[in-house]
């Protein structure tokens, strides 16, 4: 752990009163079960998603380009060699935009299988699950005293339209991308917290 | 509920998808190369195709990277590659693909074509509809509850089969005037229904149909025209109570109120009911019950628990000719008929075995018998008390057989029952 890391606890202490530090704990905790509860919702909601799209979706060995989506990547290779608040910030910004990208999916998938309730159902959850732990986490940040300095830039917003038409077979792909990137994004979160759990692994 | 496509698609027209998928899809970027990314184009994209159809594709590999080819790039469909012989390379650059005789897509959302380049990465892709237009829906029924709302259901042609998404709009008008309105709650009471709840005339017809579209196109039901008065149901008549008849082992008395929701206006109202013996599920019913809201039923068996049951007609309301729509039935009320009398002591009750006579018609006579005993002979001493021990002492050696069958016939006590909640 960086010295840096090894002082956000200590600050933490230093800047919050001690009848607090008991709430603080009991959030960062009630923030990592959320995460983890999640981390198993998004992986129901990946079958639940490949299932109605046919095969080769949830084929064994099925990898179509990743593509880049807009406003979001996945977890960098190097995440876990920043800091703890770094990271934490990182997983707070992308479950910020996870929501509205969650809610293309569904209207997307609205379309292609209507007569999927329960993918519907899944994919609007994720989306306020999304939004639930990115609150949740922003929470404990502030009270860290590690949120990011000024309001964190929007999500990108509609912009005008492109000139070309997307084909279905690309939106299913787009929709598999968002689907794992919620849930590589949640473990993610699941695991940063983890470092805070009192008890938690260092 | 189901957002249905438009009429008919032509194979290489496409729908712009929602605006904030289409930005994320705008910053993508070009495809790069060497990074798996896509690298080709299928044409045509998300063709739609009547079954037993053929189809041209093409997959069209970009110059990026330099040198790109088609040779060695395969077809799959829905994850099965297709055969070396149905591919032809058209130049270059392009990889050619010839299906005939097309299946229906396996799933609504399309069947996934996919251009995969010599090492499997998928360098496109594009989605099949093959399926059928719809049929007309047909067989169109609608019901009233209360005169407040109107349920329809219809059937789908060709049982609805198509293998593309085919969504159905119930439409509704007044017959002689009005514009066209669509109903808008579908499923309410299965997979082909709608339900209006609300502002609908009375005393004037409505033309009511079906429209079924899907990409391959669009069918209208017949027009089904209804006034709402001529096609009202009601709840269950609530309150169902049963009781016995006195002693009378043989009859229940069955009441029940008028369902409120339409009480002013049940002049005519016919009602049903319907019972059954606990253990049975054969149901009687009893049809001739008119405007009244209480019957006797008769010709039961005595100790035997019932089950029964009310529903209402509301036929000729407002002066409608028209049969009317039975309700459901209410919820079952049970009692019980009275047993016949008991044995004297040591012997529990029983009804009759197989063989032995039957307690009713024996008892009757008997009693008439000890009757003109007592006026023309000298036995005091004879009494219903003296058969009944007798009984008692005939059916003695029932009695282990009868414990060891546990519950006796009757099932019950000699104590009379009140009428069942």
Same mark, same amino acid.
């Given at each position: 752990m960086s010295q840096r890391e090894g002082n956000l606890e200590d600050d933490a202490q230093a800047d919050t009163p001690i009848s607090l530090l008991p709430h603080l704990e009991a959030k960062i905790r009630q923030t990592h079960s959320l995460a983890h509860l999640l981390s198993k919702y998004a992986e129901?909601?990946?079958?639940?998603?490949?299932?109605?799209?046919?095969?080769?979706?949830?084929?064994?060995?099925?990898?179509?380009?990743?593509?880049?989506?807009? =406003?979001?990547?996945?977890? /960098? /290779? =190097?995440?876990?060699?920043?800091?703890?608040?770094?990271?934490l910030r990182l997983d707070a910004a992308a479950l910020e935009a996870l929501p509205a990208l969650l809610d293309v999916v569904r209207r997307r998938q609205a379309e292609l299988n209507p007569r999927a309730p329960r993918l519907l159902r899944c994919l609007e959850d994720a989306a306020l699950q999304a939004r639930a732990l990115g609150a949740a986490l922003d929470t404990v940040l502030a009270?860290?005293? /590690?949120?990011?300095?000024?309001?964190?830039?929007?999500?990108?917003?509609?912009?005008? /339209?492109?000139?070309?038409?997307? =084909?279905?077979?690309?939106?299913k792909v787009l929709g598999l991308h968002v689907c794992s990137l919620y849930g590589e994004w949640v473990s993610r979160t699941e695991g940063d917290l983890g470092q805070l759990v009192p008890g938690g692994p260092a | 509920?189901?957002?249905?496509?438009? *009429?008919?698609?032509?194979?290489?027209?496409?729908?712009?998808?929602? &605006?904030?998928?289409? +930005?994320?899809?705008?910053?993508?970027?070009?495809?790069?190369?060497?990074? *798996?990314?896509?690298?080709?184009?299928?044409?045509?994209?998300d063709p739609t195709l009547l079954i037993g159809s053929s189809l041209q594709a093409t997959c069209s590999v970009h110059g990026d990277p330099p040198g790109a080819t088609a040779e060695g +790039?395969?077809?799959? &469909?829905?994850?099965?590659?297709?055969p070396p012989e149905l591919s032809h390379l058209l130049n270059t650059s392009t990889l050619a693909l010839a299906l005939a005789n097309l299946n229906g897509s396996r799933q609504q959302s399309g069947d996934n074509l996919v251009c995969h380049a010599r090492d499997g990465s998928i360098l496109a892709g594009s989605c099949l509809y093959v399926g059928l237009p719809p049929e007309k829906p047909f067989n169109i029924s609608c019901w009233s509850r209360n005169m407040k709302d109107l349920t329809c259901r219809w059937t789908p042609g060709a049982h609805g089969e198509t293998f593309l998404h085919t969504n159905y709009s119930l439409?509704?008008?007044?017959?002689?005037?009005?514009?066209?309105?669509?109903? #808008? #709650?579908?499923?309410?009471?299965?997979?082909?229904?709608?339900?209006?709840?609300?502002?609908?005339? &009375?005393?004037?017809?409505? #033309?009511?149909?079906?429209?079924?579209?899907?990409?391959l196109g669009s069918a209208r039901s017949d027009v089904l025209t209804l006034d709402v008065l001529d096609v009202v149901t009601t709840d269950p008549p609530p309150d169902v109570h049963v009781s016995r008849v006195g002693g009378l082992e043989d009859q229940l008395s069955v009441r029940w109120?008028?369902?409120?929701?339409l009480k002013d206006f049940l002049f005519q109202a016919k009602y049903q009911i319907r019972y059954r013996v606990e253990d049975s599920v054969d149901w009687k019913v009893v049809d001739d019950v008119s405007n009244q809201t209480s019957c006797r039923l008769a010709g039961l068996k005595p100790g035997t628990v019932y089950f029964v049951q009310v529903r209402c007609n509301p036929f000729g309301i407002y002066g409608s000719k028209k049969a009317g729509i039975w309700s459901e039935w209410s919820h079952p009320t049970a009692a019980s008929t009275p047993r016949s009398e008991r044995p004297g002591p040591g012997g529990g009750a029983c009804e009759p075995r197989g063989g032995e006579p039957s307690s009713g018609p024996v008892r009757r006579e008997l009693k008439q018998f000890l009757g003109w005993l007592k006026k023309h002979a000298y036995c005091s001493n004879l009494s219903f008390r003296l058969y009944d021990q007798w009984r008692a002492w005939m059916q003695k050696s029932h009695k282990t057989r009868n414990q060891d069958e546990g519950i006796l016939p009757s099932g019950r006590r000699g104590a009379a029952r009140g009428p069942a909640r």
């Open positions: 129901q909601l990946l079958e639940e998603y490949v299932q109605h799209q046919g095969d080769p979706f949830g084929l064994p060995g099925f990898s179509p380009p990743r593509l880049p989506v807009a =406003g979001l990547s996945a977890p /960098a /290779a =190097g995440h876990t060699g920043l800091s703890l608040p770094e990271r009270a860290l005293g /590690a949120a990011a300095p000024g309001p964190r830039p929007p999500p990108p917003a509609a912009a005008a /339209a492109a000139n070309s038409a997307a =084909g279905v077979f690309s939106a | 509920m189901p957002a249905g496509r438009p *009429g008919p698609v032509a194979p290489s027209a496409r729908r712009l998808p929602p &605006l904030p998928l289409v +930005l994320l899809l705008c910053v993508l970027g070009a495809p790069r190369g060497g990074s *798996g990314a896509h690298t080709a184009v299928i044409s045509p994209q +790039l395969y077809w799959t &469909l829905n994850g099965r590659r297709l439409k509704y008008k007044l017959r002689w005037y009005g514009q066209d309105n669509t109903c #808008e #709650e579908y499923h309410t009471v299965g997979p082909h229904s709608c339900h209006i709840p609300k502002d609908l005339a &009375l005393f004037t017809p409505y #033309e009511i149909w079906v429209e079924a579209t899907n990409r109120v008028s369902p409120p929701a």
